[in-house]
């Protein structure tokens, strides 16, 4: 397992964008990250995924286009860039990790981010 913490959520009006961070306490090389989501009330979505290593990402139809997943080495941090803000994408979103496996495969991530608020308004 590695340890987590997601930063950089907040209130943004629909149309807008954001960023959200995960710091990573140890290696993430050989590691898939991932982001979920979770509105009130309903269950836990994935997002993104990412290998570390090779830099392939796979996304949700939801947020195809709009959604970025990347990474930066030297601050081994995962980011999530958010455009084209919609008031369905208002969630706690979590960093999530693997130890290797195929970012097309959603389930498995047993390392967990605290969470990070993310409110669209309309």
Avoid: H
């Avoid at 930063?7 to 961070?21: E, H």
């Avoid at 993104?48 to 990347?70: D, E, H, L, N, Q």
């Amino acid at each position: 397992q590695v340890q987590l913490v997601e930063s950089g959520g907040g209130l943004v009006q629909a149309g807008g964008s954001l960023r959200l961070s995960c710091a990573a306490s140890g290696r993430t090389f050989s590691f898939v990250m991932g982001w979920f989501r979770q509105a009130p009330g309903k269950e836990r979505e994935f997002v993104a995924a990412m290998s570390w290593s090779r830099g392939s990402t796979y996304y949700a139809a939801s947020v195809k286009g709009r959604f970025t997943i990347s990474r930066d080495d030297a601050k081994n941090t995962a980011y999530l860039q958010m455009n084209s803000l919609k008031s369905e994408d208002t969630a706690v979103y979590y960093c999530a990790a693997k130890r290797g496996g195929s970012v097309t495969s959603t389930v498995d991530f047993d390392s967990w981010g605290q969470g990070t608020q993310v409110t669209v308004s309309s």
